[in-house]
Nanobody
Framework: EVQLQASGGGLVQPGGYLRLSCAAS????????MGWFRQAPGKEREGITC????????YYADSVKGRFTISRDNAKNTVYLQMNSLKPEDTAVYYC??????????????WGQGTQVTVSS
């Protein structure tokens, strides 16, 4: 059973920062790319980042490039999302997801319940 448990969300002021964590289990973690997508009310799902299985390759959507950093610790089966310079438009539920590829998240095939991030003053 694939499980992806995201945590670390919360309320933060614009310009603030937050670090999300995702604990993965139920699959060979170091064999797959991992990523994060987000979804805000009334908006379509937005894939924001992906990291290759080894951690050597990363990809970012333009909306978060330069502000967010994805990383992973394969020894801990954990993926992280460091979010800096947060903007109100970053408000969404953030989902940790397993990518369908080894190097890239062509699609997300599993995801967890997500964690709410609210950016507001």
């Amino acid at each position: 059973e694939v499980q992806l448990q995201a945590s670390g969300g919360g309320l933060v002021q614009p310009g603030g920062y937050l670090r999300l964590s995702c604990a993965a289990s139920g699959f060979t973690f170091d064999d797959t790319a991992m990523g994060w997508f987000r979804q805000a009310p009334g908006k379509e799902r937005e894939g924001i980042t992906c990291i290759g299985a080894s951690g050597n390759n990363t990809y970012y959507a333009d909306s978060v490039k330069g502000r967010f950093t994805i990383s992973r610790d394969n020894a801990k089966n954990t993926v992280y999302l460091q979010m800096n310079s947060l903007k109100p438009e970053d408000t969404a539920v953030y989902y940790c997801a397993r990518g369908s590829g080894h190097f890239f998240c062509y699609e997300y095939d599993y995801w967890g319940q997500g964690t709410q991030v609210t950016v507001s003053s």
